[in-house]
Nanobody, 126 residues
Framework: VQLQAFGGGLVQAGGSLRLSCAAS????????MGWFRQAPGKEREFVGG??????????YYTESVKGRFTISRDNARNTVDLQMNSLKPEDTAVYSC??????????????????WGQGTLVTVSS
């Protein structure tokens, strides 16, 4: 199993970036997928996730990114994307994707995810 996040870069405050998480060795629509970030000197933080409910996908986000970030799934490409709009300097971090059979109540907990990809750095300048 391999996950790889890409798409990071340097952007000015108010700008947008789109991150993608490419999966191999697993089918993303059979796992709960999460995005996490870690800023320098801080703990890893849950950003958002997407779950397959049988009736479609459900997404959920940490409060600080609601209305600005959107997670989507592309089953044909086997990728999960994180569209980030209205970026702020405090969004600067290494962003990583993760996959696992995670209960909704535990979706914000990094230790509940079995698979992790290498992160991609997002830097937002003021």
């Amino acid at each position: 199993v391999q996950l790889q996040a890409f798409g990071g870069g340097l952007v000015q405050a108010g700008g947008s970036l789109r991150l993608s998480c490419a999966a191999s060795g697993l089918t993303i629509n059979t796992y709960n997928m999460g995005w996490f970030r870690q800023a320098p000197g801080k703990e890893r933080e849950f950003v958002g996730g997407i779950r397959w409910s049988g009736h479609g996908s459900n997404t959920y986000y940490t409060e600080s990114v609601k209305g600005r970030f959107t997670i989507s799934r592309d089953n044909a490409r086997n990728t999960v994307d994180l569209q980030m709009n209205s970026l702020k300097p405090e969004d600067t971090a290494v962003y990583s994707c993760a996959a696992g059979a995670v209960a909704l109540a535990e979706a914000t907990m990094p230790r509940r995810y079995a698979y992790w990809g290498q992160g991609t750095l997002v830097t937002v300048s003021s």
